[in-house]
């Protein structure tokens, strides 16, 4: 069993706080962590350009950033999934977001929480497609959530991970460099021209966020990937959702019907394969992702409620064979149950893990 819990590394002083409330929340937790070995990983989003727990997938699976990348150029051909490419061929994803001002500057929810349909996602597209003509970019449907982006020759350029975004500001990511400008531009345009598109009508009557906004990355290739994937065996919950419904797990194909063109065509989708969908790819290595909007929100209080439900559903089934994976801002804690049994009992040894939880280094 392995799992990767996204959110669960708050900052040191927050976690020396939590400490007290985490033995009893989590019982089965804190016995399993005892007797665990852990590797500690620093993961600076100002080097790897995404989150910890993507960086963690993209460091699981070998990934090596080639000249003028960072790691979540490695997020294209992992969250595309698409066997049937060249190896050598760079995948760029664009996801659709939504962006509004704030106190502090734009913000962006990403597409996991805004409850994207396959038909919303579909009328955007076909919308859309008029507007990259001319442009050197083309667009394919992917999922309900990533469009493929193809790019013009020569094109290379350094784009973070929307859910990095998500976690700070816009403004911060949002890079003025020459070589970037046609895609600025192009944002731009679908960005005034979905403000009052029909979807983003509709979805406002039902009380959901807009989608007005796609968020580029990637542009890694598969060979750059060193290691074998491995194969799931552990669920992972479902990403939480802001919007009142959540995205479904469809594939969409990466062509559209005979006969038809870009411009008028339906986007199909289909169930024939899982590993197509971004979600799906992200549940088979494990990824939980429930404790990652409580603690972007500092609700402490939540938090520990959400930690107390997986001690009863999910860390109650944790034995010799499992792998847990914490992550946080800016580190990565890896726990295997390898421990030697006699090195349990040495004075001090089932209270070593409070000290990486609550420490910076």
């Known amino acids: 069993m392995r799992i990767v819990l996204a959110g669960a590394l708050p900052d040191p002083r927050t976690t020396r706080e939590l400490l007290p409330h985490l033995a009893q929340a989590a019982p089965n937790l804190v016995a ?11 993961a600076d989003p100002a080097v790897t350009y995404c989150t910890a727990w993507e960086y ?31 190896p050598s061929e760079a995948i760029w994803l664009a996801e659709l977001a939504h962006i509004s001002p704030a106190r502090d500057g734009a913000v962006l929810l990403p597409a996991r929480a805004l409850g994207i349909t396959a038909e919303h996602s579909a009328a955007l597209l076909r ?4 507007y990259f003509d001319g442009t050197g970019f083309d667009v394919q449907p ?19 991970s929307p859910e990095l975004v998500s976690t700070t500001t816009v403004h911060e990511w949002w890079r003025q460099d020459i070589a970037d400008r046609p895609w600025r531009r192009l944002a731009n345009e679908l960005q005034m021209l979905w403000f009052d598109h029909p979807v983003n009508q509709q979805r406002e009557e039902q ?10 990355f990637g542009g890694g290739q598969a060979d750059q990937f060193k290691k074998v994937p491995v194969a799931p065996v552990a669920p992972a919950a479902p990403p939480p959702a802001v919007a009142a419904t959540t995205p479904g797990s469809v594939q969409p194909s990466s062509a559209f019907p005979a006969g038809q063109s870009a411009a008028t065509a339906t986007p199909t989708f289909s169930n024939e394969t899982r590993g197509g ?24 209080g939540r938090w520990l409620d959400i930690i107390g439900t997986l001690d009863g559903t999910l860390f109650n089934t ?21 421990q030697r049994l006699w090195k349990r009992w040495l004075p001090g040894n089932q209270e070593a893990w409070k000290k990486w939880w609550s420490s910076q280094d």
């Open 207 to 216: 009380g959901l966020m807009p989608i007005n906004s796609l968020w580029l």
């Open 127 to 130: 919308a859309a497609q008029p």
């Open 277 to 300: 969908n971004t979600d799906d790819v992200l549940v088979d290595r494990g990824l939980n992702l429930s404790l990652l909007e409580p603690a972007l929100a500092q609700d402490w």
């Open 56 to 86: 963690w997938l993209l460091h699981e699976q070998g990934f090596v950033p080639g000249n003028n990348q960072t790691h979540s150029a490695g997020l294209g051909p992992l969250l595309a999934n698409t066997p049937n490419t060249p």
């Open 32 to 42: 399993w962590l005892a007797s665990s070995r852990t590797t500690r990983i620093v």
């Open 142 to 160: 992917h999922t309900a959530t990533h469009w493929r982006i193809h790019v013009p020759d020569g094109f290379s350029s350094q784009f973070p």
């Open 318 to 338: 944790l034995n010799k064979h499992s792998r847990l994976t914490f992550t946080g801002h800016d580190r990565i804690i890896h726990h295997t149950a390898k």
